[in-house]
């Protein structure tokens, strides 16, 4: 039996290196989606590795969308475009088993989101313009929906403008862990306050008035903020055994968090 664990685990090992090796090449070709890599003997020989070996790199390439296996003539390991909802998703699970608070996920949100406004700003175009009046509208025509993760989130379209996408992927995923913490109920009598402060951000953007678009977006992320530390507080307070705490309250008009 241990032999047979000391086995897989080599193979295991191996895989992991093999396909790290490949992610390395592929980057390094300029990640060409759609091109075929070989077949299965094919990558057996041009690596020397085992069967055995290969399929659990494979299986390590699939997993991380890397490759795929395409069948039928012609077929084999195929590069593929990673989706981002697999990173972001990997992202929060890490970000929630760390026990991660709402005070930090918007305190991270702030430093990004506010050096997103002038680089914004200064790639401005008439696109951009109408994205961001449209999100406006959107917020409103959906509702409640506002509090979901969508295109017309002002946070998320702030940092997709500034075409980095390390932005957007950060941003994407600290609003929707930050959403998922508010309680909804509590966070829809202010959702109107929302609406205004986005629509005098984005305007702010717009208008290329980088100051005025920072204050007002440090302002909204201050009642965010401040809303954040009394929810966190409400939280720890229920999670504590035998706490007076721990019994449900109702939420006071000023201690309502305004949505992410």
């Known amino acids: 039996m241990n032999r047979r664990l000391d086995g897989d685990d080599a193979t295991a090992k191996s895989g992991e290196q093999l396909a790290r090796r490949i992610e390395d090449e592929i980057v390094k070709a300029g990640w060409p989606v759609g091109q075929r890599l070989g077949s ?39 590069v593929s475009a990673p989706e981002s909802k697999a990173v972001t998703r990997a992202l929060e699970l890490y970000l929630q088993y760390r026990n ?93 306050h929302t609406f205004e402060d986005h629509h005098a951000i984005a305007e702010a953007v717009i208008a290329g008035d980088v100051d005025r678009a920072s204050r007002l977006l440090t302002s909204h992320l201050d009642d965010i903020e401040a809303n954040g530390a009394l929810l966190d507080q409400m939280r720890v307070a229920k999670q504590a055994p035998g706490s007076p705490s721990a019994k449900k309250q109702p939420a006071s008009a000023d201690t309502v968090p305004t949505a992410p």
Not at 41 to 64: K, Q, T
Not at 131 to 149: D, M, T, Y
Request: aromatic share 2%; hydrophobic share 45%; charged share 30%.
């Open 100 to 192: 991660v608070t709402l005070v930090d996920l918007l305190a991270t949100k702030r430093a990004i989101e506010l050096a997103a406004v002038p680089i914004v700003a200064e790639r401005l175009d008439e696109e951009a313009v109408e994205r961001l009046r449209a999100a406006g509208v959107a917020e409103h025509a959906v509702g409640e929906a506002v509090f979901e993760i969508t295109e017309a989130n002002l946070h998320i379209l702030l940092a997709e403008l500034t075409g980095n996408p390390a932005m957007r992927v950060f941003v994407e995923v600290l609003t929707r862990l930050s959403v998922q913490m508010v309680e909804r109920d509590r966070a829809m009598s202010k959702a109107e």
């Open 40 to 78: 299965e003997p094919e990558l057996m020989e041009r690596y020397g590795v085992s069967r055995s070996v290969l399929r659990e790199a494979i299986r390590l390439l699939e997993h991380h969308q890397v490759g795929r296996t395409r069948e039928g003539r012609g077929g084999g390991l195929v």
